[in-house]
């Protein structure tokens, strides 16, 4: 999996790694039970902070995609959080703010469903 981030982003870097972990799972470019880098070593090769590295580690073990053994080290859920109405929930919250910027800035609604399925695929 190759991770990308940019230093110079409004993101904080431990979300763009913790997003960029979760896009390699929906590619499946990580598999369930699949090992992931220490923090050191992720921290190390990335060029970043070792709590940068925790914090997004943590935040998808509370989230469910992550799980961290104190043998096994940091493994991919072989039994990822299921879709439900927590979620959907979560999810409305989140693109509600999204879109009415988008119609803001005037984006139509179908242009918006065009973004929405070019990222669906390219997942």
Request: charged share 30%; proline share 6%; hydrophobic share 40%.
């Amino acid at each position: 999996m190759f991770i990308r981030l940019d230093f110079e982003a409004e993101i904080p870097i431990y979300e763009q790694l913790k997003n960029e972990i979760l896009v390699g799972i929906a590619k499946k470019q990580l598999l369930p039970g699949d090992r992931l880098p220490s923090v050191r070593s992720l921290a190390s090769d990335i060029g970043v902070n070792m709590h940068t590295v925790n914090k997004a580690y943590q935040q998808l073990k509370q989230e469910g995609y992550l799980l961290i053994h104190r043998q096994k080290g940091v493994v991919v859920n072989p039994d990822p959080p299921k879709l439900d109405d927590e979620y959907k929930k979560k999810l409305l919250t989140t693109l509600r703010p999204l879109i009415a910027e988008t119609i803001c800035r005037g984006m139509s609604e179908e242009e918006f469903i065009h973004f929405c399925k070019k990222i669906y695929a390219e997942l």
